[in-house]
């Protein structure tokens, strides 16, 4: 299985690139799992409405660029559908038995994901109602792909 996930912006700060880098070490006996970094838009900060979609749109066409069609797609959305970690590994899970065996994990960025990312995914996935910063959620992310992973495959995992 290929698991990946595509976020808006490079990654900076280097507790977070240490953190996934533990985790993506962690997942290599399993599966192969890959991130993919696409340009942020550089904008100001007080964008009007319209800007905003231009700025979505111009970051949704470089995620897309990365998606291939047999890939199945989780877009990472505030108003998506709350999962449980035992919800998510049965996902992937399922995915890999009867769906495909090559999913797609997308991050906005500061703006979200534009509407055509959104088409494109067949599931919106929440992680709650907080807003987190896009960085970090990359993070909480492969800890849990990796936490999936562990509870698929009926292994302890506790941290």
């Known amino acids: 299985m290929l698991i990946q996930i595509i976020g808006v912006g490079k990654l900076k700060e280097k507790y977070l690139t240490l953190g996934i880098a ?3 070490k962690r997942l290599t006996p399993y599966l192969k799992f890959q991130i993919i970094e696409v340009a942020d838009e550089k904008a100001p900060d007080n964008l009007s409405g319209a800007e905003v979609v231009q700025v979505k749109e111009r970051e949704g066409e470089r995620i897309l660029a990365h998606i291939k069609s047999e890939a199945h797609v989780i877009a990472l959305a505030i108003d998506g559908k709350l999962w449980s970690s035992e919800e998510l590994a049965a996902e992937i899970d399922r995915l890999g038995t009867y769906g495909t ?3 797609v994990f ?8 534009s509407d055509d990312v959104m088409r494109r995914a067949q599931h919106r996935m929440s992680f709650g109602r907080m807003t987190l910063p896009h ?9 849990q792909i990796y936490r999936a992973v562990k509870i698929n495959r009926g ?3 506790h941290k």
């Open 22 to 24: 533990e985790y993506a």
């Open 101 to 103: 065996s090559h999913v």
């Open 155 to 157: 292994e302890p995992y």
């Open 106 to 113: 997308v991050i906005g960025g500061s703006h979200g994901l």
């Open 135 to 143: 960085q970090l959620m990359r993070l909480v992310l492969v800890e």
